[in-house]
């Protein structure tokens, strides 16, 4: 049962859980944002629950792994990214033709302002798909895993086939890893000439953006994405990258927090209230960085937090709809 504590000014109630709870997360690889978030979720949520309460994160990847294990039950909340991908999870698009989970529900997104960009080298004298297709170069392209669970591999592989580009075909070869660091290392390094990641805030981006030339996604192919799975566009704004100009491409924006439907209903409360009452809290882990080059896009607004691609769970949808106008 939970007993609200009345908040000041005009806030949603402060959730009290006199049970004590054993709660499951799933974050990332154990040393990144996601596992960050589930800490702090984690201890606050756990000052507010039953004195015996235990919640254990669980390493994961972030992607669709961490939407399957929510679908199955293995965890109660997971967090993926980015947050616009699990809703193919809903009906079975894509990789969740064979499995798909109805009864997911979001508790929130915490923002996170990302972008999927494809860029080759100077030296080869590209700046559009075109070129590249009429060219065809034999690329070092790094870029993630493609195996259906890493979402950066999976969005790599759609736009580049989308695109016509045919890395092996043209006699290059793909340099995959699991993580964005050890791709910008290649380029870094001089092993790769191209590169499909996401991550743009990192400070490499800044180290090797003024070799790259970044390509615009054609239009056809984001609405193609678009149209089938539900993954959205957007702009990466002029001068973010070194002396590059605004280009479209592939949103890859915010962490999403997930659950299903028969999550308790006062759980999803409070997990809500923590994410947008306790913000203070994960912003403070970030401040040091300039919001537009930050992992999470402080200063966190509660009402955008409550604006999901997925449907919110209903204990959630409570805190959100009590949210005042401006937060």
């Known amino acids: 049962m939970m007993s609200p504590t009345p908040a000041p000014h005009g806030r949603p109630d402060e959730p009290r859980i006199e049970r004590s709870l054993t709660l499951h997360l799933r974050g990332d690889w154990g040393g990144a944002n996601l596992h960050r978030v589930c800490g702090w979720i984690a201890q606050e949520l756990a000052d507010r629950c039953g004195p015996h309460t235990r919640i254990a994160t669980w390493n994961s990847r972030g992607f669709s792994d961490a939407v399957h294990a929510v679908g199955r039950g293995e965890v109660q909340v997971a967090l993926t990214t980015p947050a616009a991908f699990a809703a193919a999870a809903l009906d079975g698009r894509g990789v969740y033709t064979g499995e798909h989970y109805p009864d997911l529900r979001a508790l929130?997104?915490?923002?996170?302002?990302?972008?999927?960009?494809?860029?080759?080298?100077?030296?080869?004298?590209?700046?559009?798909?075109?070129?590249?297709?009429?060219?065809?170069p034999a690329l070092r392209l790094a870029t993630a895993v493609h195996d259906d669970v890493n979402h950066v591999g999976l969005a790599a592989h759609e736009v580049l086939t989308r695109s016509g580009v045919d890395v092996t075909g043209w006699g290059g070869r793909l340099l995959q890893d699991e993580r964005p660091f050890e791709a910008l290392e290649h380029v870094k390094q001089g092993r790769a000439n191209a590169i499909v990641q996401e991550a743009v805030m990192l400070p490499d981006w800044q180290d090797i953006g003024r070799d790259l030339n970044f390509l615009e996604v054609e239009e056809e192919?984001?609405?193609?994405?678009?149209?089938?799975?539900?993954?959205?566009?957007?702009?990466?704004?002029?001068?973010?990258?070194?002396?590059?100009?605004?280009?479209?491409?592939?949103?890859?924006?915010?962490?999403?927090?997930?659950?299903?439907?028969?999550?308790?209903?006062?759980l999803a409360y409070a997990i809500a209230w923590v994410l947008g009452e306790t913000r203070h809290q994960i912003e403070a882990q970030y401040r040091h960085l300039a919001p537009e080059r930050?992992?999470?896009?402080?200063?966190?607004?509660?009402?955008?937090?409550?604006?999901?691609?997925?449907?919110?769970?209903?204990g959630a949808r409570r805190y959100f709809d009590a949210l005042p106008a401006a937060s």
């Open 221 to 266: 192919v984001l609405a193609g994405l678009r149209d089938d799975y539900g993954w959205p566009a957007a702009d990466v704004e002029d001068g973010y990258f070194p002396g590059r100009s605004a280009f479209r491409t592939l949103d890859f924006s915010d962490f999403l927090v997930l659950t299903r439907s028969d999550l308790p209903d006062d």
């Open 108 to 136: 929130g997104v915490v923002p996170q302002r990302d972008r999927l960009v494809v860029a080759v080298h100077r030296d080869l004298g590209i700046t559009t798909f075109a070129e590249l297709r009429r060219h065809k």
């Open 294 to 314: 930050s992992p999470i896009t402080y200063p966190l607004d509660p009402v955008t937090m409550g604006r999901t691609p997925i449907p919110l769970h209903p």
